[in-house]
């Protein structure tokens, strides 16, 4: 059944929410700016898949990968940091709430600590479990709120009444979770915006200071990451590595998108609230100043192809339809987008698309069924 549903969302629209918030506007712009951002932006990437790219799907997967890696700056994070071997610290476990709670630690540049906490669940210890890794978006305190380390009763209750603690719901399904601190979004780890000269934003100043050097806030994430999936992978007791999910809400689930695009390691991905078009027609762009990467529709492709990087593993999203971030036209045609290239690879059944009742949040119903059928 669930298969009949995914094909039935890949070849109709029946089951989408057409037309956009009512009171928003995304292309409200004046007729000389119109003009110019559709000279702009109105060109497809030099890589955007077609089915007779040379070398086929796999071909075309090889080459994308490697312009995305070069256009987030991967590949000069690792030439900046070459021989830096990534360090872990582990404080003592305790137990709260139903499983077992632990902060780490991981040096991922010489001198920049990325703190991440560990619930497990209690009685796991001679198991391998699978892991889930919760990527927050923009909260300060995302990380915490994620893995239910709440400042105040306040705290609790809303994360709760909005089903905004994925960590905690991981471990009490059996999984391991792992809830990073997402660097420039958390306030654990950020740049200092000085006297203000990025608008009081650590998110962009981390940004400013990336582009100045040949990076990307993006890459930046992504590095970390990936960092901590060579740690899981090679270190944490009791991780299966062959079963390792992501997930994230907004800024997270951007960051989702581009760690399944890049590292097979991702077997089920969850951007939520986040996966879309980086433009619409008009040129109206959907995301953060911190998600950007220079170049990218222009030398590599639209984000829907970016995420069919993913097959042909699972990729699970979700929008809201009150969602006033997004056009939900324009998500539409994305998605539209990225079920035909799953549809074209004989993979249609490994994608998943819902549009969810309210706004930008996490939807877990959706998620955790296909995580445990993967699984």
Known sequence: MRNLL?????????????????????????????????????QPGDLSYTPDFPGGFQGWQRAARAKLKQLIGIDRIAAQVSGHRPAVHLEQESRVDGHLRQLGRIETEPGIHLPFWILRPIGSENKKLPVVICAHGHDEDGWNTYAGVFKDKQHQTTTENKQGNPGVQAVRRGYIAIVPATRGLAKSNSI????????????????????????????????????LLDWIASDLAGADATRIGMLGNSGGGVL??????????????????????????????????????????????????????TIPRTLVVVHGAKDGLHSQKVVNQAMQRLADIYLQCNVSDKFIFRWQPEGHRLYPAVFWPVMEDVF
């Open 256 to 309: 989702t998108v581009y760690v399944a695009a890049l590292d097979e390691r991702i077997a089920v991905a969850h951007p939520s609230c986040s996966l879309t078009s980086y433009t619409d027609q008009s040129g109206y762009i959907f995301h953060c100043d911190c998600c950007m990467i220079p170049r990218i529709q222009t030398d590599l492709a639209d984000m829907p192809d970016v995420a069919a990087l």
């Open 6 to 42: 995914v094909v039935l969302l890949t070849i109709s629209n029946m089951h989408f929410v057409g037309g956009d918030p009512p009171t928003h506007r995304f292309d409200a712009y004046s007729d000389q700016e119109r003009g110019y951002l559709q000279r702009v932006h109105g």
């Open 192 to 227: 200092s915006d000085l006297n203000g000269r990025h608008g009081k934003r650590a998110c962009r100043a981390q940004l400013m200071h990336c582009l100045l050097a040949g990076r990307t806030a993006i890459g930046e994430r992504v590095w970390d990451t990936t960092c």
